[in-house]
């Protein structure tokens, strides 16, 4: 297989989200197909039409094991593992330079919100695959000299570090680049109706097998709801459309009765408390979508709804609660007509 027509830079315009898809047969235009499974530490789920039957379940696992390579974490060969425990003459691939501009992208448009240097932060909040540790205001101070895109750049192929203990995590941005990585391959094969998601990350084109847009349906953030698509609070139609979610409802530690969140504040090292809940980003690329997701959680609810309202075509959906703790919504003017009922 040539895996070079697809892994390319594309265009930049980034919890678990229920998908409303339905299985018929569409005549004029062949078959739907499903396949699923397990990556990255999470799920992924395509849809898609193709006239002739035809199983893609192994290219998928073909392209997760390319992405994989560049960019997990938890595979010790990975070339972002090799970037993080400084070995020498580790050379980027397109996959990890393509992430890395487009977080450096955002690192500057949020003014430091967005931020994949968080990785010994979030590895000592106990969010990250390394040890968690006893948190005080010197481990805090310490950690903190190792944080900021600032000071991590690429030359040529090659990442430089000011200082070795700096550690990189794509997380917050890489699924949403699986699914437009994914979403490239079906348009490289003429592939028109489809729908990809990978850790509830989305990226669609054309209609679903009722010949409708997609539907998503956003979670509740009811603490408690543990399921993907158990208590939805909205389902949003969306076609050639991108969709990210990020919230704190699901991803947290108690300790002495403080409820500690993954979504971390690069300029204060401690996890971001705010009213806001979720954030849904629709957007043309699942890479921007997902970072902007993760970087509204970090801004909290004024200064996020400030900053998606600074970007040209993109919308949000925001859950925040009030003083009482009830919740509420928020969103773009662009959504309103693509909004639904559960």
């Not at 697809?6 to 197909?33: A, E, K």
């Not at 310490?142 to 700096?166: C, E, T, Y």
């Not at 847009?213 to 408690?224: E, H, K, T, V």
């Not at 709801?225 to 969709?243: D, H």
């Amino acid at each position: 297989m040539i895996l070079d027509r697809f892994i390319r830079p594309l265009i930049p315009v980034s919890l678990c989200l229920g998908l409303i898809i339905s299985c018929q047969v569409d005549p004029s235009g062949g078959q739907y197909y499903s396949v699923a499974g397990f990556t990255q530490g999470t799920t992924y789920h395509i849809t898609y039409q193709a006239k002739d039957s035809f199983d893609l379940s192994g290219p998928f696992d073909s392209l997760f094991r390319v992405f994989d390579h560049s960019l997990s974490l938890y595979l010790p060969n990975s070339i972002i593992t090799a970037i993080n425990e400084n070995r020498e003459d580790v050379e980027t691939d397109t996959l990890f330079r393509t992430v890395f501009r487009e977080a450096k992208r955002v690192f500057e448009l949020s003014g430091g919100a967005f931020d994949i240097t968080v990785g010994p932060l979030s590895d000592a909040w106990g969010f990250g695959p390394g040890s968690k540790m006893e948190i005080d205001s010197s481990v805090i101070d310490s950690l903190l000299q190792l944080v900021g895109m600032d000071k991590v750049r690429l030359a040529g192929n090659r990442v430089i570090k000011s200082h070795p203990g700096i550690r990189l995590d794509m997380n917050a941005i890489a699924q949403g680049y699986t699914a437009d990585f994914l979403s490239a391959y079906l348009d490289d094969l003429g592939i028109r109706n489809y729908l990809v998601e990978v850790g509830g990350e989305i990226r669609t084109r054309g209609l679903n097998p009722s010949g409708k847009m997609w539907g998503i349906g956003i979670d509740s953030p009811r603490y408690g709801n543990y399921l993907p698509g158990e208590e939805l609070q909205v389902i949003v139609r969306m076609s050639g459309k991108s969709l990210a979610t990020s919230g704190n409802y699901r991803k947290f530690y108690e300790k002495d009765g403080i409820k500690y969140h993954h979504s971390l504040d690069p300029a204060t090292g401690y996890p971001r408390q705010d009213r806001l809940l979720s954030a849904t980003i629709i957007d043309e690329s699942c890479m921007s979508a997902d970072a902007y997701a993760t970087t509204c959680m970090v801004l909290g609810f004024e200064r996020a709804k400030s900053f998606i309202e600074s970007l040209d075509g993109v919308d949000a959906y925001f859950i925040f609660s009030d003083d009482d703790g009830l919740y509420h919504s928020w969103h773009t003017p662009g959504l309103e007509k693509y909004l639904e009922s559960p």
